[in-house]
């Protein structure tokens, strides 16, 4: 029933009319709008009620409150739980809940958590951040618990104690001009790079000597090799390959040790080792010194004798015959102790 | 602004100006402004065209 304004033919009759009328209908407004405002004494006073409301007040509303302008409140809105909804604080479409609350901020104003209840899930934003979103804590730090997913980049990150996995990283990165540590401890566990279909890439500095390692596998003590390659097949320390710069095992001040029992070390050079040179398996000055015995699968060939001239050898065993004589034309060059020596041959006859 | 409580001497006039008056306190309470005053002058149907005008107005304030 909409409002009944009175006219200059209005009768007194008619006047009363619309006044009983557009009060009824304001009684509807005022009352049949909100079916009951439930309460016990020094709560909200309705139909007759005559004292100032000082004490809690409870609101039983069948349907929406809708406030025309703004609510206020001046001290803590608490959102209680309800059967089908609980606790709830909903922004209509594209609304927004703000740090711009009266006076400043959530914190601000003694809400120093948001967080959902046990077992249940809080969720900052089903889709999209409009702009960077910032954990900040001045005592503490933002913990993420297991399962917390990110779609994007996370920076601006310090330092990250990790009590779950991490998982689907596409990439984690330090700000330039920053090292990435990974851990500054021990990892309580084995410390795994994997890649099922790539490889795994460790770029260092661009420092040139050795003596500056580019990367360090550090063992802070025992004997225990500090890289373990630990797989199926042939596995391999190789440099590129691609360029003329090659790969080199230094053992500083101790001993470089290859193979263990049964294992089979090998050096592979290229066909020709005569020279010594590019290609070659070279041994440096210091020399080669075996535990055990050295076997060739092709001949040996020594320095210049003292005097004379090297030749490839190739040693035979012991014979015995009936039919030996000496031959008096021929003779071996051997270098002993630097002196050279001519060592006789013999003809072994024809019968 | 309070409004006006009849008495049981009051005349058909007489609470028809308290009405009159008691709508308008409405009226101002809801701050509705620029809405004349009961007069003195006002007859019996000046202020029941008055109330009624009074309570259109606030009608519409609680149906916009």
């Known amino acids: 029933m909409s409002a009944q304004y009175p006219s200059v033919n209005d009768t007194g009759y008619d006047l009363v009319k619309k006044i009983a009328n557009n009060t009824a209908d304001i009684d509807l407004a005022i009352v049949s709008d909100v079916n009951s405002v439930a309460g016990t004494a020094n709560q909200v006073l309705v139909n007759g009620g005559t004292a100032a409301a000082t004490g809690n007040v409870t609101v039983s509303l069948p349907t929406a409150l809708t406030a025309p302008g703004s609510l206020t409140v001046t001290t803590t809105f608490t959102l209680t739980a309800q059967a089908t909804d609980n606790g709830v604080l909903h ?32 969720i900052l934003a089903t889709g999209t951040f409009g702009t960077a979103v910032t954990f900040a804590s001045a005592t503490g730090v933002p913990t993420f618990a297991a399962g917390a997913v990110f779609t994007g980049a996370l920076s601006g990150i310090t330092n990250i104690t990790m009590a779950g996995a991490l998982t689907g990283c596409n990439s984690v990165t330090s700000v330039a001009g920053t090292a990435l540590t990974l851990g500054t401890g021990t990892f309580g566990g084995a410390f795994s790079m994997a890649s099922a279909t790539g490889f795994l890439t460790l770029t260092g500095n661009d420092a040139a000597a050795f003596t500056t390692p580019q990367i360090w596998i550090q063992r802070a003590s025992g004997n225990t090799a500090g890289l373990i390659l630990n797989a199926t097949g042939v596995q391999r320390v190789a440099s590129d390959g691609t360029t003329a710069s090659g790969l080199t095992i230094n053992g500083g001040g101790g001993n470089i040790t290859m193979g263990g029992t049964g294992t089979v070390v090998n050096i592979l050079g290229n066909t020709d080792a005569t020279t010594g040179g590019a290609g070659a398996v070279t041994l440096s000055a210091g020399g080669l010194y075996a535990l055990g015995k050295i076997i060739s699968g092709s001949s040996f060939t020594s320095g210049t004798p003292n005097g004379g001239t090297s030749g490839a050898w190739k040693f035979g065993i012991f014979k015995t015959s009936t039919l030996v004589a000496l031959d008096t034309a021929n003779w071996v060059e051997l270098d002993i102790g630097g002196t050279l020596r001519r060592l006789a041959l013999i003809t072994i006859t024809t019968p | 602004m309070t409004g006006l409580s009849p008495s049981v001497n009051d005349s058909s006039y007489a609470l028809w100006k308290k009405v009159a008056y008691n709508w308008w306190v409405v009226t101002q309470n809801a701050g509705l402004v620029g809405v004349n005053e009961p007069s003195v002058n006002d007859t019996e149907q000046d202020l029941q065209r008055k109330t009624a005008y009074y309570t259109a107005l606030i009608n519409d304030y609680l149906h916009p």
């Not at chain 1, 901020?105 to 003694?110: A, E, M, Q, R, V």
Request: proline share 3%; charged share 0%.
């Open chain 1, 91 to 122: 922004t209509n479409g594209s609304g927004v809940v703000t740090s711009t609350l009266t006076p400043s901020g959530l914190t601000s104003i003694g809400v120093n958590t948001v967080s959902s209840a046990a077992a249940s899930t809080l």
